[in-house]
């Protein structure tokens, strides 16, 4: 039976220091990515597998890291799941997956989990942290929601700037009647999008009706709804920004049901860019998020936290991007 490699073969492999391999498989972050590069194609090479037992018992770590969803119906939790997933495998770490559904029983339960010392760390999607998770004092990095505790890391992105663009695209193609669906009234980054839809509509010196603005809870259901509620309501109106891209196709098969085409009759832009989104008829025009980097970076400050007792929690923001497809033209008229 071939006897496994040893953290030194894959060293030598990669023309590195044992120090730098065990760097980069712990904390990616702090390596260069060539080095890192480099690293993980000898691990891979090597068949290298570290002795994450071994390791756990001179640590006391269970070297499990949980990560909570709100939704797990929600194709855009999955994609930074899978940048979760990424960091934590390159770094030893295995991840538990919990589905809260909004949940308090369900919350009470994982918060149960953390005080046990079944996890190291959590790393938590929700639009909201627990009251009962910040009395443990235990390592937190909340993932695209806004917590405004500046004691707890975050991993964002720029909702107001990412906003803007949907808005900017929309009126350089000759837009001035847009609508807007907005997400759920209990969550900040809701209130960030809005914010930054109605300042941007300001600057570029469009009107902003009451008529037009529909409340949704990022699904696509509430976008079927709140489209037939613009509708309903009589404003004319020629394209819709929505607050996600779920929303967006919710929104998008209530004007087909309505006898309107997209984009000849109205646009719509949505906000996310699951995957799902390239592939609709038509594609749909939506603002990125890097979503695999949002999860890979919020793996790599939660270890520096568990490693670092003089750690301070920090904020990143990564930027978006606009992604131009079908779903948008300009107005007819």
């Known amino acids: 039976m071939k006897r496994p490699s040893t953290i030194k073969q894959v060293a030598e492999r990669a023309n590195v220091s044992i120090a730098t391999i065990s760097r980069a498989l712990q904390n990616p972050s702090v390596v260069a990515p060539e080095t890192r590069d480099r690293v993980m194609a000898a691990v891979a090479e090597l068949n290298y597998v570290p002795n994450v037992q071994a390791r756990s018992l001179r640590t006391s770590r269970s070297r499990v890291i949980l990560a909570l969803v709100p939704d797990i119906t929600n194709p855009f939790f999955g994609e930074i799941i899978r940048g979760i997933e990424r960091g934590a495998f390159e770094t030893g770490y295995s991840v538990l997956l919990g589905d809260t559904q909004h949940d308090e029983a369900r919350e009470a339960s994982y918060a149960s989990m953390i005080a046990s010392g079944q996890v190291d760390g959590l790393l938590t999607m929700?639009?909201?942290?627990?009251?009962?998770?910040?009395?443990?004092?235990?390592?937190?990095v909340t993932v695209c929601e806004y917590v405004a505790d500046s004691s707890i890391s975050r991993v964002r992105t720029d909702n107001p700037a990412g906003i803007a663009l949907a808005v900017r695209h929309l009126a350089e193609l000759g837009h001035r009647q847009i609508a807007y669906i907005g997400g759920r009234p209990d969550q900040p980054i809701s209130d960030e999008r809005e914010q930054g839809f109605r300042s941007t509509m300001r600057q570029l010196g469009l009107p902003v009706s009451p008529a037009l603005m529909a409340v949704g809870n990022f699904t696509a259901e509430s976008g079927a709804r709140a489209a037939k509620e613009l509708l309903d309501g009589g404003a004319p109106f020629t394209a819709i920004c929505c607050a996600s891209d779920e929303t967006a196709v919710g929104a998008m098969q209530t004007l087909r049901n309505h006898g309107l085409k997209v984009p000849n009759d109205?646009?719509?832009?949505?906000?996310?860019?699951?995957?799902?989104?390239?592939?609709?008829?038509?594609?749909?025009?939506?603002?990125?998020?890097p979503t695999d980097r949002l999860g890979f970076e919020a793996v790599s400050i939660l270890l520096e936290q568990l490693r670092n007792p003089k750690f301070e929690p920090r904020m990143l923001v990564l930027p978006t991007e606009m992604m131009v497809r079908g779903s948008t033209a300009p107005p007819r008229n």
Not at 126 to 140: A, C, G
Not at 266 to 289: A, M
């Open 126 to 140: 929700m639009p909201h942290v627990p009251e009962l998770y910040y009395r443990q004092r235990f390592p937190i």
């Open 266 to 289: 109205v646009s719509i832009v949505g906000f996310d860019d699951i995957p799902l989104s390239q592939y609709l008829d038509p594609p749909l025009t939506t603002v990125r998020q």
